[in-house]
């Protein structure tokens, strides 16, 4: 069956702190991979979403960066944190199918950015 | 890309069924439903999913008019676990269109 991991879980960062999640999926090849945010009482917000390693395609312009070194590996980083970078940050993943398209959350990582 | 519509909020009493209607107007033809069910501090969990009239699974049913323009979810005799936020979604099958609104907040009340 198919996991997803994301670390850490929560994660408290200084402003101008540089910013590294990673998330990782098990048990399914060549997935579609995403990064969503979640601010407090807020809907999902998709920041970038991957095809493909090293394929990386932007939502929202940021100062967030995604790459995707590996498969099944997708890395969120930062060179320097804002306060509007707090947030709940979820990562997904999904398989090209044809039927409509589901996504699997991983747990999360709740970012706080001081 | 299709836009969807809930209401922001609902209540409802454990037992009872609760249905959740989302409008998509601009549905297109290879769009499409799914439903989203997240709890605080998680990750959304997938529902159900259909294309047209109904399906049912073990936790849902999705009712979808030959319009396509509305859908339904449908939770059976509701629970206290079942507080939670529901999203509706409507994409494609190319995984790169997904669009989640606020979404619906379901409280059930004792």
């Known amino acids: 069956s198919q996991t997803i991991h994301q670390w850490p879980a929560t994660l408290v960062q200084p402003v101008g702190s540089p910013l590294s999640l990673e998330c990782t999926v098990e048990?399914?090849?060549?997935?579609?991979l995403y990064w969503y945010r979640q601010a407090a009482g807020r809907g999902l917000q998709l920041l970038f979403y991957s095809v493909g390693i090293g394929q990386i395609s932007s939502e929202v312009p940021q100062n967030l960066s995604a790459s995707r070194p590996q498969d099944r590996q997708f890395i969120l980083s930062s060179k320097k944190l804002l306060l509007s970078d707090s947030g709940f940050y979820l990562c997904?993943?999904?398989?090209?199918?044809?039927?409509?398209?589901?996504?699997?959350f991983g747990p999360g990582t709740r970012l706080t950015v001081l | 890309l299709a836009k969807t519509t809930q209401p922001i909020s609902m209540d409802s009493y454990e037992g009872q069924e609760v249905n959740i209607t989302c409008s998509h107007n601009n549905i297109a033809t290879n769009d499409y439903i799914t439903w989203y069910q997240q709890f605080p501090s998680q990750g959304p969990r997938f529902i159900i999913q259909g294309y047209k009239t109904k399906v049912t699974n073990e936790v849902a049913s999705l009712f979808i008019p030959a319009d396509r323009k509305s859908s339904t979810l449908s939770l059976p005799r509701v629970s206290l676990s079942d507080t939670a936020v529901y999203y509706c979604?409507?994409?494609?099958?190319?995984?790169?269109?997904?669009?989640f609104g606020p979404g619906t907040r379901l409280s059930v009340l004792p």
């Open positions: 048990g399914t090849s060549n997935p579609n």
């Open positions: 979604l409507v994409d494609d099958n190319y995984g790169q269109n997904f669009v």
């Open positions: 997904a993943w999904s398989l090209v199918a044809t039927t409509g398209d589901t996504q699997y």
